[in-house]
């Protein structure tokens, strides 16, 4: 109930095309959804987030697409550059009195110049 | 600078021992977190404190403490009791109404 499964593990992309990591969670109480960059030997950083009212939310490259009935998400690359090689890792936040996130098992992306 | 800061970067430490974390948080945030990082299992949550002198057990505390007796300071030990101590571990920190938004930069713990 409490899990978010990411795919794919990990992905090659060549410079200039589209990066595509999806996620589904089964737990509804979920009330925010954040993806994260992390590069090797670095903490996460927060990429781009998304409460569950809205369907899509994009900030430059990055978009969060949103399916509340299907339960899933999406982070899309898109003119994905080899600057953007790093893992990704979905999260979701189970609220209340609790709000702690749960995180996907990371996506490892690698873009070929 | 604003942020987080975890020290050392690196760790060993002997079986048997008990070893502390040390994070420290200038932004002036409410919330702080443990998390370990183990490859191909994302991050799990290990303790968590949403104010000052409280915290709760995350999804896999048995092994560690901690303590918040100030609002920058979240330390984090890990005792002989946990069996697999090898991992990245990583603190965040996050205002009040939010969840982890910033990370430190991580220690690297390794048993020898």
């Known amino acids: 109930q409490q899990q978010v499964k990411q795919s794919p593990q990990s992905l090659i992309v060549q410079k200039g095309g589209i990066s595509i990591i999806n996620c589904a969670y089964e737990?509804?109480?979920?009330?925010?959804f954040p993806w994260y960059q992390q590069f090797p030997g670095k903490g996460p950083a927060l990429l781009i987030a998304i409460r569950p009212d809205v369907s899509e939310k994009k900030e430059g490259r990055f978009t969060i697409s949103f399916n509340k009935s299907a339960k899933q998400f999406s982070l899309h690359i898109m003119d994905s550059q080899p600057g953007d090689s790093a893992t990704y890792f979905c999260a979701a936040n189970y609220g209340g009195a609790t709000n702690k996130l749960i995180f996907g098992t990371g996506t490892l992306l690698a873009v070929q110049p | 600078d604003g942020g987080i800061t975890q020290s050392p970067k690196y760790l060993f430490r002997k079986e048997g021992q008990n070893v502390t974390l040390s994070c420290e948080q200038n932004?002036?945030?409410?919330?702080m977190y443990w998390y370990r990082q183990d490859p191909g299992q994302g991050l799990r949550l290990i303790y968590y404190?949403?104010?000052?002198?409280?915290?709760q057990k995350g999804d896999i505390a048995e092994g560690y403490s901690v303590s918040r007796e100030k609002k920058e300071s979240f330390p984090l030990t890990v005792t002989s009791a946990q069996k697999n101590p090898t991992a990245f571990y990583l603190c965040?920190?996050?205002?009040?109404?939010?969840?982890?938004?910033?990370f430190g930069q991580g220690t690297r713990l390794t048993v020898v």
């Open positions: 404190s949403q104010i000052v002198n409280d915290f």
């Open positions: 965040a920190s996050s205002p009040s109404g939010m969840t982890a938004a910033f």
């Open positions: 932004l002036n945030h409410d919330a």
């Open positions: 737990n509804t109480a979920f009330d925010y």
